[in-house]
């Protein structure tokens, strides 16, 4: 039976759109989890393999029957294949958005790609130093191609390390060179996860969990770090803006067009069509107030982060949002689109649209763009949308939007704090601010939608530590009131002391999933200015929702990196006491960091502030 409503979200506009999805037939992410009761036991557990057709095979958790697949794996490899797959999917996903960016530098710089430019010239100078690029008496598209040309080696196999690997500590550094983890390709980790995980390739489960700790750092410090870098380049690099959050955010006069994926190689210039005064003159004559753009997901985190797009939700949104029957059109990239929203949007009149050759999806029309043609594609896809004004039917948008202010990037924080990181630094040694964490990651139906993120969250800002947060966190945070500077009243008295002198919420917006790597260097530069290691600083990460591979791979770059990080679901490694030992306790004496699992988050908090208060004690902060 479906869990009653009250369980399902803790957010008005959640609860009221289920209703009406309900009330109009619509099936959703939670009738169809209810439908998948009970789910396999083998799975969870990571016990089930079928990497080859010997299988597929599954060992008995009570040593009663089978102990070994057909192959002779037991239970220790089959978690750890299956963990290790998890992550090389993960950082697949990542890298593949990184590389589209690059490839759209590339473009750029041979004249291919109209309507995208180099935004921030500073930052394209930046990264071409750290990669060697000649940047002197240069122009910025040639720059820009040789930039992308050298991004383009670290996805391969000549380097020895991954580039922005320099950027982490030195310390970090040398952890990694001496367990033998530091990343050397960014496909290569991959591509060698999935080689090793093979049959009959490696069957030590930790030498495969080390590559696994290898691939999510090629990730963390590559792929990923690219599309953040590459983003900032061609987009700008975000700065504080105001925006609103909910449903709330689409509007009755207005032609609504929701942007829903990752890469903001699409949305931004979807964005840029509709300020187009050719478009909006269209959508007047046929009797709309605008063009309203806002997002679901990550990719509209980008728009937020860098234009102040308004984000109508999260992950387990983007079927309720189509039920308000005011969404004119909704266009995906990838990731994170359920197949299931073209047949939502088929009861409505919303048209569903697909941009990305390797992403496809029933029930949407396909129109693919690429760097040569985006800019067309886009003003056609949006006049669609406006001519789509006129066959709506009814309205239903249930709540008034929430305000927030989005766009925190490291470059923005170290301004806000007068160019430097000292304050920050400053605040933590003398106790106002505890520690920081990094709260991302997903929505899950398992859980009652935004409850574990809004709890966590609370009780850390309640007690001093300051938040930042990305991806469907950040959507959840701001909707729950925290991402206002008034917010400062629901901090502990240090917290508000700082944040209400620098006039920032105690709650910071990073970004979307990629942009965690901005956490990364936010970390780095606080270790670097207190000459430790990542692992020595009161900071810890977590994941109270996740669902995807890609929220794995983010969990161990993280760790990897020397955060500990909390997850709330249990990820499927339980069939192994002895990798479930690793995750939690073992790894501290590899990487310094562990993996804390604590699906309360009231519980979670609790373990999160013991271990900030432990390593302010390590630095002798409160001596
Ligand atoms: Fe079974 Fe081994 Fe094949 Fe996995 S790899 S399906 S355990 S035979
Ligand atoms: S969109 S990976 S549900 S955060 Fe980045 Fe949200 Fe998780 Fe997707």
């Known amino acids: ?144 191609g040789d930039l992308a040309h050298s991004m383009m080696e670290d996805y391969g196999m000549r380097r020895k390390k991954v580039n922005l690997v320099s950027r982490a500590p030195i310390q970090r550094q040398k952890v990694w060179e001496k367990v033998g983890i530091t990343p050397r390709g960014i496909d290569r980790e991959t591509s060698e996860m999935m080689h090793r995980t093979h049959m009959g390739v490696d069957n030590n489960w930790q030498s495969l969990l080390l590559q696994g700790l290898r691939n999510a750092l090629s990730d963390g410090w590559g792929g990923s770090m690219i599309a953040t870098e590459v983003s900032d380049i061609l987009f700008g690099v975000p700065s504080p803006k105001p925006t609103m959050v909910n449903a709330g955010v689409l509007k009755e006069d207005q032609v609504n067009i929701v942007v829903h994926g990752h890469n903001p190689v699409v949305s931004e210039m979807i964005s840029l069509a509709c300020q187009s005064p050719e478009l909006l003159e269209k959508a007047k004559k046929l009797g709309a107030n605008g063009i309203n753009i806002a997002g679901v997901c990550c990719t509209g985190n980008e728009l937020l982060m860098r234009r102040g797009i308004q984000m109508a939700g999260n992950h387990l949104m983007t079927e309720l949002i189509l039920s308000t029957g005011a969404v004119d059109m909704m266009i995906v990239d990838y990731q994170c689109i359920m197949p299931s929203i073209g047949k939502v949007a088929s009861s409505y009149h919303t048209r569903m649209i697909s941009t990305s050759d390797k ?113 469907c966190v950040s959507v959840a945070n701001a909707k729950a009131g925290f991402k206002v500077p008034s917010a400062i009243e629901m901090a502990g008295p240090g917290l508000k002391e700082i944040c209400g002198a620098l006039g920032i919420p105690p709650v910071l917006h990073l970004g979307s999933c990629v942009d965690n790597v901005r956490i990364l260097v936010l970390v780095s530069a606080l270790a670097n200015a207190l000459g430790v290691d990542i692992s020595d600083l009161p900071v810890a990460g977590s994941a109270p929702e996740w669902y995807s591979e890609k929220a794995v791979t983010i969990g161990v770059y993280c760790v990897a990196s020397g955060i500990t990080t909390h997850l709330g679901p249990m990820p499927p490694v339980t069939g192994s006491k002895n990798i479930v030992e690793l995750l939690t306790s073992g790894l501290d004496d590899v990487v310094g960091a562990t993996f804390k699992v604590e699906p309360d988050p009231e519980k979670a908090a609790l373990l999160i502030r013991h271990h900030i208060e432990k390593k302010r004690a390590g630095l002798g902060l409160d001596a």
């Open 1 to 144: 039976m479906l869990t009653p409503d009250k369980q399902i979200s803790i957010t008005s506009d959640g609860i009221k759109l289920l209703k009406k999805a309900k009330e109009d037939n619509i099936e959703t992410v939670w009738d169809r989890h209810d439908a998948q009761q009970p789910q396999c036991g083998f799975c969870e557990m990571g016990l089930s393999c079928r990497i080859c057709i010997m299988g597929p095979c599954r060992i008995d958790p009570f040593g009663e029957g089978p102990q070994t697949g057909v192959c002779g794996a037991d239970a220790d490899i089959i978690v750890a294949r299956n963990l290790c797959r998890m992550i090389a999917a993960g950082a697949a996903a990542h890298s593949d958005h990184g590389r589209d960016l690059v490839e759209v530098l590339e473009a750029i710089s041979e004249g291919k790609a109209p309507g995208y430019k180099i935004r921030d010239e500073a930052k394209l100078k930046l990264l071409a130093g750290e990669y060697g690029v000649e940047t002197k008496d240069r122009d910025a598209l040639s720059i820009a």
């Open 359 to 471: 992403a496809k999806f029933p029930g949407m029309e396909h129109h693919e763009f690429h760097p040569d043609n985006a800019q067309k594609k886009a003003m056609t896809i949006v006049e669609m949308a406006i001519e789509n004004f006129a066959n709506r039917k009814e309205l239903f948008i249930p709540v008034k939007p929430q305000e927030a202010v989005g766009g925190f990037s490291v470059e923005t924080i170290i301004n806000a704090l007068g160019g430097t990181a000292d304050p920050l630094i400053d605040a933590i040694k003398q106790g106002k601010i505890r520690g920081a964490v990094g709260i991302v990651g997903c929505n899950n139906p398992k859980i009652t939608h935004d409850y574990g993120h809004v709890t966590l969250t609370r009780r850390l800002i309640e007690n001093d530590i300051l938040v930042v947060d990305t991806g």
